[in-house]
């Protein structure tokens, strides 16, 4: 296991070397948090988080199980407020606006913040059908319009040639693997400029686990990803920022290399060697 | 090595006695199983004996009459087939409405498992209390008279209870994570009732309302609260016609059989016909029930 996380910081730090020389552009804020807390009831689980999420750029939040990824993940779009006892403080801006106004409405936020589950999530309905769901919803009545977002997104997921043949099958009749993916295409049917990805390749062989990876990176090019994972080898490999929360805290939010090869807070350096969490 | 505290030699020992008790449960339950089987066999080929031979076009098309081989029960026929007109959609609508509210909108919380608890107490209510309602209610206060209309709302108010128990269980069963990937791609609320949760939910809904139905179709004791006659010459044609229904028909007939022998073997007769209808209605909302099964 540490020769190969050796091995993909090492990737890292060359590929940075090369960076280096050019001039660093600062990518354009989405989404700007100032001082959020948030509670269960009376769980405190998100202590005054400040942390900027920026365009074309791959945002990872690590940390120990029970420390708010998912929770802060799911404010990111609003979700949290499915649990009724949620109760919220500070700010989100997207785009400018606070998200946590009450006058913000959750359909628009979300229409443009899509999410992708631990857990894969597909309808029981047929795979076409879960593609054209969230256009449908928006609205779009159109076969021919609706046929070719299926396929574009389909293609988008690099599932294409997987599925195509197999349009009006039942969603739950594909591996676990195809069926996340299925549900990443199917986030990219409404497109959206952000995507919220909770451990998306946790349940996942490594093969599929790979696909999505390069998925990931290629969806990079036009949305802001925020990806939430267990895995340090991912964080590494695949993304620009990370953030690593303990107990509902930033400990520290950098540039993925420096937190994964000289990290300023000494907890950030023990969970990533593995040494606690 | 940890100390080991299963003994192999005792623990062999035991073992033929465990499985001897765990095959006397089972044959235990099975002759529970059997008894209620039995039981209905018996019912079935008594009633099956008694009424068969008298079941033919005439009796089926012929008004009723006091004449025991001229009577007919198309009239009661009828007046069941427009009970269900009215019970159908009224249980259906205001039931489904209600678990949707109670189960997806209302806020969480002692008024809310206050009315639930409730409804789920109004199940148990005797029938004949229902029937003390409509009268009051339909018959009286709002003086429908004692048409189908009236009769059709009592037995709605009825099997309420059961459709709105069965349909908020059938919408609690529905995985929540479906729910959230529709809300995470902007869908309201509505929408995602409308287009996932239901769907999702309709198998269960559609069983509570077949037994709701079932216990409709059958019910006596509310609809001679309503007043509703024993003889009756014109078939009903619309709800707010005066009826009777078969099983009234079927009480009515029981309790003469003391004055003209064959009533008996007339009940028994249209209680065949109750029984092939109940089960005609219970097999098209179980084809509907299966169209719609998914996984999930
Ligand atoms: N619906 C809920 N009701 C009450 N408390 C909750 C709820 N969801 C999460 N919590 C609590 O909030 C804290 C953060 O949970 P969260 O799910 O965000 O953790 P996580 O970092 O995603 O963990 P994991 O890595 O295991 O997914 C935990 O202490 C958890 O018990
Ligand atoms: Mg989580």
Redesign the pocket.
């Known amino acids: 296991m540490s020769t190969v996380m050796t091995k993909a910081i090492n990737l890292k730090l060359v590929r940075n070397d090369n960076e280096r020389s050019e001039p660093e552009v600062q990518k354009e804020v989405v989404y700007d948090t100032k001082g959020l807390n948030l509670w ?2 009376e ?1 405190h ?1 998100l202590k005054n988080i400040n942390m900027d999420i920026r365009e074309k750029e791959v945002t990872a939040i690590i ?1 120990p ?7 802060y993940l799911k404010t990111l779009n609003r979700m949290v407020e499915l ?1 009724p ?1 949620v109760k919220t403080s500070g700010q989100i801006t997207y785009k400018g606006k606070n998200i946590l106004d009450k006058s913000f409405r959750v359909e628009d936020l979300r229409t443009q913040v899509g999410m992708v589950f631990q857990k894969a999530n597909p309808f029981p309905k047929s795979i076409y059908e879960n593609i054209a769901y969230g256009p449908k919803i928006h609205g779009i009545k159109n076969k021919k319009i609706l046929d070719e977002i299926v396929e574009n997104s389909l293609r988008g997921a690099f599932i294409w040639d997987e599925l195509k043949d197999r349009l009006n099958d039942n969603a739950y009749g594909l591996s676990g693997g195809q069926q996340q993916r299925l549900c990443i295409a199917r986030c990219l049917a409404v497109e959206p400029n952000v995507i919220l990805m909770d ?1 998306p390749t946790s349940a996942l062989d490594p093969k599929s686990t790979l696909r999505i990876e390069e998925l990931v990176q290629e969806l990079k090019k036009d949305y802001a990803i925020v990806i ?1 994972t ?1 895995n340090m080898q991912q964080a590494a490999r695949i993304s620009d920022k990370t953030a690593f ?1 303990l107990n509902g805290e930033i400990i520290e939010y950098d540039k993925t290399d420096h937190i994964f090869n000289n990290p300023a807070d000494e907890r950030t350096g023990d969970y990533i060697s593995g040494r606690f969490g | 090595m940890a100390t080991r505290y299963m003994d192999a030699e005792l623990v062999g020992k035991r073992m033929s006695s465990r499985v001897r008790k765990n095959t006397g449960w089972k044959g235990l339950f099975f002759a529970s199983t059997l008894f209620g089987l039995v039981v209905l066999a018996v019912l079935l080929v008594r009633i099956f004996t008694q009424g068969i031979e008298y079941i033919n076009i005439d009796f089926l098309m012929n008004h009723l009459s006091t004449d025991a081989s001229r009577a007919g029960i198309m009239g009661a026929i009828l007046g069941t087939a427009w009970l269900m007109v009215v019970v159908i959609p009224v249980t259906m609508v205001i039931g489904v409405g209600t678990a949707i509210y109670l189960e997806l909108y209302a806020k969480k919380g002692k008024l809310q498992s206050f009315i639930a608890t409730n409804i789920s107490n109004l199940a148990g209510v005797p029938s004949i209390v229902y029937g003390l309602l409509g009268l009051t209610l339909f018959v009286r206060t709002l003086e429908f008279g004692n048409v189908i209309l009236a009769g059709g709302l009592t037995l709605s108010l009825l099997v309420l209870p059961i459709v709105i128990v069965a349909a908020q269980e059938a919408l609690r069963a529905v995985p929540g994570n479906l729910s959230e990937a529709s809300y995470g791609m902007g869908a309201t609320k509505w929408q995602t009732v409308r287009r996932i949760i239901l769907p999702a939910a309709l198998p269960g809904i559609l069983t509570g309302a077949i037994l709701a139905l079932s216990r409709a179709i059958g019910e006596t004791a509310p609809l001679t609260v309503l007043g509703i006659p024993a003889l009756l010459i014109p078939f009903p044609e619309g709800i707010f016609d005066t009826f009777t229904a078969l099983p009234m028909q079927i009480y009515y007939w029981t309790i003469d059989a003391s004055l003209v022998a064959e009533y008996a073997n007339l009940a028994a007769a249209t209680i065949i016909v109750l029984l092939v209808l109940l089960f005609l209605l219970n097999s098209i909302a179980i084809l509907i029930r299966n169209k719609f099964q998914q996984r999930y």
């Open positions: 269960y009831g769980t689980a940390g199980s029970g420390c708010g990824k998912s929770t649990v006892i451990e939430v267990h929360f």
